[in-house]
């Protein structure tokens, strides 16, 4: 169960991610996390209403809250990292994300047998390697490089806070309501903030309503994929959790494949490959 719903993680994200891509080509990124989140929140609280989940508020709400805090942080630095240096530097260093839950995992006591730490070294290693890292051209800026690890602590933060933050379904609905509901209040802060800096919210045909859909789909399969993870780290070994869901670059290297026909360099296509061997080393140790 935990490998299904863990790799359920990856291809929601991957998706998510490629879907966001696609939506900041035309729209600011900081509107496309801030309305794609309002969707989601508005789902999430109209099921929390129908659930009855508000009898699951407690202490652990806390963890979701600081996810909130927490994730749109992670992606504003994402963002700027990609802006400012190569896709091939950036996106494998964002990768380094799954070292957080893993290693809270083992600090907890977690202590994967020699089959699952193979799986998660080859795991990590073909996810590196399918981000299609840039082994020649001009020097990174260490401020690219730095933004890259923010967003990499980042989101390697919100695995292990979502992991803890209900141990039940109802209570996961609510979990997941109150991270996205601190989402939006953050996300809208600092767009507040970029407009009084003269900066720009709307494309220039003005608000995206034909893309409403798009960013529905964003905002939704990026909390299916919290809910999924929390899951797969509820019912098994973090460490396993985490690094299968982090096979999420894969994902998206493969929808741009499909997608946009864009060819998948050698270093990408032996990163995937390595990746599916990890992903079968660790679903079956």
């Known amino acids: 169960m935990t490998a299904l719903f863990a790799l359920t993680t990856s291809l929601l994200w991957g998706l998510a991610d490629f879907g966001g891509g696609l939506l900041t080509r035309r729209t600011p990124a900081l509107t496309v996390v801030v ?31 600081a996810a909130g805090l927490v994730g749109p942080i992670a992606l504003l630095a994402f963002y700027k990292a990609l802006a400012l240096g190569p896709m091939g530097v950036v996106s494998p260093l964002a990768t380094l994300s799954v070292v957080v839950p893993v290693g809270v ?16 070294a080859v795991a990590v290693g073909g996810v590196v390697l399918a981000g299609g890292p840039q082994l020649r051209g001009a020097p990174v800026e260490r401020r690219t490089v730095l933004l890259t690890l923010v967003a990499a602590l980042g989101f390697g933060t919100v695995f292990a806070l979502i992991a803890e933050a209900s141990t039940r379904v109802t209570g996961l609905y609510l979990s997941l309501f109150v991270q996205r509901l601190t989402n939006v209040a953050v996300g809208g802060a600092v767009l ?19 893309s409403l859909p798009a960013l529905a789909f964003v905002g939704l399969a990026d909390v299916a994929a919290n809910g999924t993870y929390a899951i ?11 690094v299968l869901a982090s096979l999420y670059p894969v994902v998206t290297a493969l929808a741009a494949r499909g997608f946009l026909s864009e060819r998948l360099r050698a270093v990408q296509a032996a990163g995937a490959g390595l990746a599916l061997v990890g992903t079968v080393l660790l679903a079956t140790g």
Do not use: D
């Open 35 to 65: 309305v794609s989140q309002a969707i989601a929140a508005a789902v999430l609280g109209a099921i929390v209403v129908a659930t009855g989940a508000w009898g699951a508020a407690g202490p652990r709400l806390w963890f979701a809250f």
């Open 192 to 210: 507040a903030v970029a407009l009084r800096r003269g900066g720009s919210a709307l494309p220039e045909g003005g608000f995206p309503y034909r």
């Open 232 to 242: 797969a780290a509820q019912h098994g070994p973090v460490t396993v959790a985490a």
């Open 105 to 120: 995992g083992l600090f907890l006591g977690e202590r994967p047998g020699l089959l699952q730490l193979a799986g998660i």
